[in-house]
């Protein structure tokens, strides 16, 4: 019988790679990928991980403040809330640099599966937690840890299927190839607020804080699990292995990576600030001033955050299409600008939104419509900086500031400086993203310019 020899990927050339890894390879050899197999993974791959943190940026709202800080007032709770949100986007740059040394050490294989189970487990492991009534500071403690785990699992979710995608992509056709990552985004926001809106919808308040919102919690490792599969289907081909290796997307020493691109990070850090800022402006935000100052429904305004979510979705769609047409930095820049409009509207008049549940709608579709425009090419235009050797990890540790310095404490500062000084600051931080974006879009490399 004839012996077939396949031939050896770098990853499985290293010594200590897993066997497992190696025998997954050989089982998926005869696989070729499709363009639309790496879309279909990198969809559901990032609605995994939206979906995690809004599960997480909801439950910060409506369930951390009454089950693990009820001696704070309401406000007071909440801000302590929106300050554990915060800590995952100071440790996913972390875990970025924690996860690419277990990827070249064990392979892209393994490091994908425990950054998975690591991401799913602790969103599921919230599920879990008695209340600051039961055992005390400890259920805070635990809580933080647990979104610390996020924050360290979704730097390792980094697989390079987005970078794979935009290098393979046609030169025509690079925005619709860009915004395909994007579209996981509200996707998971979708899922995320169904059902908590479900709960709240069909459960009393009792019932609701004492065991309804633990299930979206539960649902979340369900579906990492779906989107670990989905991923590790793909990375377990050889064919898979090889557009890696050609396209040259390995972890580069972080150290040569900071050397060579420190500049290109940095800028490329802020292109996509109008659309992070924004992101949690339209999310997580709008809800805590539902709740604490308002006395609609957090379940009906969720379901307009809902259909707000699907407008985003087209939006970024559209966004692929008018990216091929005009350009990508075409389009940054007058999305940066709609946002700043946006803005200035915020600030002229945020009696809208603060009293009147037709502004309040006007204000979350709108808000949707102008992140799905912006938010569709902000990432694939500032790492379409990196040389191939140093795309997958300047992409990652530029995502990494970008969210940190756009998103992470968003929520926070909105809701502090909104509770002081009234719904106008709020247009004012938001102005400040768009002013950001559109000064990083002039100062950006010139390999961008001609995008």
């Known amino acids: 019988m004839e012996r077939r020899v396949f031939p050896m990927s770098s990853d499985q050339a290293l010594p200590n790679s897993r066997a497992l890894e190696r025998d997954a390879h050989l089982a998926m050899s005869e696989h070729k990928v499709a363009p639309s197999e790496i879309a279909i993974g990198v969809v559901i791959g990032r609605m995994s991980e939206y ?38 986007f100071v440790a996913r740059p972390l875990g970025t640099i924690l996860f690419m040394e277990i990827g070249r050490r064990h392979g892209r294989f393994v490091k994908l599966t425990i950054a998975l189970f690591l991401l799913g487990g602790s969103t599921a492991a919230v599920s879990f937690l008695p209340s600051y009534e039961t055992i005390g500071i400890a259920s805070i403690l635990l809580l933080a840890a647990f979104r610390i785990g996020q924050g360290l699992a979704l730097g390792g979710a980094w697989d390079g299927l987005a970078s794979l995608l935009a290098l393979n992509a046609p030169k025509e056709h690079r925005g619709w190839y860009a915004m395909i990552p994007q579209t996981g985004a509200p996707l998971g926001f979708m899922l995320a607020s169904l059902l908590f809106a479900f709960f709240l919808m069909n459960l009393s308040t009792d019932d609701f804080v004492d065991w309804g919102w633990r299930y979206p919690f539960y649902v979340a490792f369900a579906v990492n699990v ?65 709740v604490l100052y308002t006395q609609r429904s957090a379940g009906e305004f969720l379901m307009v955050q809902f ?21 990508r930095r075409r389009l940054l820049e007058v999305a940066a ?84 000084f009234g719904l106008a600051c709020v247009g004012v931080y938001l102005l400040s993203g768009a002013a950001c974006t559109l000064m990083a879009v002039r100062f950006n490399t010139p390999e961008m310019r001609q995008a």
């Open 337 to 420: 600008g709609l946002v700043a409009l946006f803005a200035l509207a915020s600030i002229v008049a945020p009696i809208l939104f603060d009293e009147s549940a037709i502004g309040q709608t006007i204000y979350v579709i709108v808000g949707f419509a102008l992140l799905g425009l912006s938010y569709g090419q902000s990432t694939g235009a500032a790492t379409s900086n990196f040389a191939q050797r140093y795309r997958y990890t300047g992409a990652a540790l530029t995502s990494d500031l970008a969210w940190l310095i756009g998103a992470g404490f968003a929520p926070l500062v909105a809701l502090s400086l909104s509770s002081k």
């Open 51 to 88: 979906f995690d943190f809004f599960v997480f940026g909801i439950g910060s709202v409506l369930v951390f403040p009454k089950v693990f800080f009820p001696f704070l007032e309401p406000l007071q709770a909440t801000l302590a809330s929106f300050a554990i949100f915060a800590l995952a």
């Open 307 to 327: 259909v707000g979510a699907m407008v985003c979705l087209g939006a970024i769609i559209a966004s692929g299409l008018i990216a091929d047409q005009i350009g």
């Open 226 to 290: 779906v989107a670990l599969f989905a991923r590790l289907r793909l990375i377990a081909t050889e064919d898979f292995t090889m557009l890696l290796d050609q396209s040259e997307l390995r972890p580069a020493p972080i150290a040569e990576v900071v050397g060579v691109n420190g500049r290109v990070i940095l800028i490329g850090a802020f292109v996509p600030l109008a659309s992070f800022a924004l992101f949690h402006l339209v999310t997580v935000f709008p809800i805590s001033w539902i």
